[in-house]
């Protein structure tokens, strides 16, 4: 009675692309680079103009 039994077996999937992970909130020393880089472009406009 076996023999009329259809084994079945599971078709292999395919491996699935990496996907791009979506930028999250930015980390917190970004903000205060950005200070910095604005204290240093002021300083560097007050140099090269001088009053």
Do not use: D, H, S
Not at 33 to 45: E, F, K, N, P, R
Request: glycine residues 8%; proline residues 18%; aromatic residues 8%.
């Amino acid at each position: 009675m076996t023999e009329n039994v259809v084994k079945f077996r599971r078709p292999e999937k395919k491996p699935e692309p990496p996907v791009k992970k979506p930028r999250g909130p930015l980390p917190g020393w970004v903000p205060w680079l950005g200070l910095v880089l604005v204290a240093v472009a002021i300083y560097g406009a007050q140099q090269v103009m001088p009053q």
